[in-house]
């Protein structure tokens, strides 16, 4: 049986004391950080935009837009793979690009120095349209 203790030291039978103890975790209520200015327009400090349900049509317009974005970007891929699989220098003299514009005139380039600096320019510019794809690449 518990005691209590009183104040002149002696104890009281069967006067137990009660202690609560707190949970150990305590999880604050979640608070919104929207609010509404005096005009009455909603105000979101955190710079969220908030999300907004398409319609059917506007989710197959932008699927389509995504496969588009796809289609483009496994073009490029294909077109760099092509580009970095050509190997300038490794046969002396031997290297050579030709540039042939829309009316039949060509150009044939044989400098193994200007080849290699051709293909290194193409293959930074592919990239970075590359990059331009995939950042329109979002869901």
Avoid: W
């Amino acid at each position: 049986m518990e005691t209590k203790a009183l104040k002149n030291g002696k104890h009281t039978p069967g006067v137990g004391t009660a202690t609560a103890e707190l949970p150990k975790e305590v999880t604050k209520p979640q608070t919104s950080t929207t609010t509404v200015s005096e005009n009455g327009k909603m105000e979101n400090p955190t710079n969220e935009a908030p999300k907004v349900e398409l319609s059917v049509e506007d989710k197959i317009k932008k699927v389509a837009t995504l496969a588009e974005h796809i289609e483009k970007r496994g073009l490029l891929k294909r077109h760099l793979e092509k580009v970095e699989g050509l190997k300038f220098g490794d046969y002396e003299d031997k290297d050579t690009l030709t540039i042939a514009g829309g009316n039949k005139e060509s150009y044939v380039i044989k400098s193994t120095s200007l080849c290699q600096k051709i293909s290194a320019l193409i293959k930074e510019e592919i990239g970075a349209k590359i990059k331009e794809v995939e950042a329109e690449i979002n869901f």
